[in-house]
């Protein structure tokens, strides 16, 4: 499978050993690409202070939108990380909350959840090996230990520590 290259002045996919320019409209670049995440079908989930998330599919060298999403369908488009965790769920962190999409359906999680802050630090995500996920906000780390059962409707519960909260179903 092909990879991704997308940045200011170079935006290219990795064919075998070279790199084809990959050319993007300079609106959807302005502001300034801070993340990328590549999911499982090759496609690139691209965010930070643009106008809008991107999912983006790169075909025959040219980029194809398969969805812009913006306010009222993500909480902001103030976007801090986009990434995914080992189970397949994209995770996207903003300045009001962090949204997580398990491929049908988004989950917005804020201070309300247990997050320590709604506003999320730069590149602040980690995915853990047992599967749990980490996560970096203003104030402290949030360590969300069973991220597939936010979408059993279940509450939360946060585990209090030292500028840090485990978040488990209650």
Partial sequence: AAAALVGEGV???????????????????????????????????????????????????????????????LVSTDIEFVRYDRTGLLWVGTDLGVEV??????????????????DTNEGAFYADQDGSVWIGVNGGLTHLLHPRQLFNDEDLEAVPGIGRR?????
């Fill in 11 to 73: 935006e290219g996919e990795a064919a075998g050993d070279r790199w084809l320019q990959v050319p993007l409209n300079d609106a959807m670049t302005r502001g300034g690409i801070r993340s990328l995440a590549v999911a499982r079908d090759g496609s690139l989930w691209m965010g930070g202070g643009l106008a809008s998330l991107y999912h983006l599919k790169i075909e025959g060298g040219q980029a194809k939108v398969l969805a812009s999403l913006t306010t009222p369908e």
């Fill in 166 to 170: 485990k978040l488990e179903p209650s």
């Fill in 101 to 118: 999409f398990d491929g049908t359906h988004w989950r917005l999680l804020t201070t309300g959840d247990g997050l320590i802050s709604n």
